[in-house]
């Protein structure tokens, strides 16, 4: 069963060719949903050490966190391919 964890932001890697699928409208909206009812679905992260972690699921979500100024996002620690 997975278990949520708790992230640091600063230590998750978005892939450069996952950047490029983000809508700004749709960070907003989230952002705006996450003010009223919290985040509702974890993101997913394959670790790759202790401290840092790459981005599998979830972008526009890890997106409106990070314009809502949070610092930490929960998540699930999933094993995927590798991009």
């Given at each position: 069963?997975?278990?949520?964890h ?22 907003q ?55």
């Open positions: 069963m997975l278990r949520i708790k992230i640091r932001l600063d230590g998750i890697y978005v892939p450069v060719k996952r950047k490029k699928t983000l809508d700004a409208a749709r960070v909206a989230l952002a705006e949903d996450m003010l009223m009812n919290g985040m509702k679905i974890p993101i997913q992260l394959r670790p790759v050490d202790g401290a840092r972690h790459v981005f599998v699921e979830g972008l526009h979500r890890l997106e409106a966190a990070r314009s809502l100024g949070d610092t930490e996002i929960a998540a699930f620690l999933v094993q995927a391919q590798k991009h």
